[in-house]
């Protein structure tokens, strides 16, 4: 019912910068948070960031200062800017929308980001 898919993902050196998409369609007045997790080979999901329907965000440590969550409720879309790329940051990037507690999450297909050294 809440369609989300990412973009924006690819190569980049470490250093550089990149801008992840997520158009979200559908339901979209089921939505209130949204954030961004990734997950790297042989290693488990991880949060990365959030923002809820006031505006309020919130990262994670590994992510804090360097990356910045923003949302364009006309477009339906949330943004995630990511400087400073470090090689550890390497890994597909998933979008989430979270509507009332008791219906499932949705999730985008995910966009590889690559950082090399």
């Known amino acids: 019912q809440v369609q989300l898919v990412e973009s924006g993902g690819g190569l980049v050196q470490a250093g550089g910068s990149l801008r992840l998409s997520c158009a979200a369609s559908?339901?979209?007045?089921?939505?209130?948070?949204m954030g961004w997790y990734r997950h790297a080979p042989g290693k488990q999901r991880e949060w990365v960031a959030d923002?809820?329907?006031?505006?309020?965000?919130n990262y994670a440590d590994s992510v804090k200062g360097r990356f910045t969550i923003a949302r364009d409720y006309a477009k339906n879309t949330v943004y995630l800017q990511m400087n400073s790329l470090k090689p550890q940051d390497t890994a597909v990037y998933y979008c989430?929308?979270?509507?009332?507690?008791?219906?499932?999450?949705?999730w985008g297909q995910g966009t590889q980001v690559t950082v090399s050294s």
């Open positions: 559908g339901a979209v007045f089921r939505i209130n948070n």
């Open positions: 989430n929308a979270k509507a009332a507690t008791w219906r499932p999450d949705y």
């Open positions: 923002i809820t329907n006031d505006g309020s965000t």
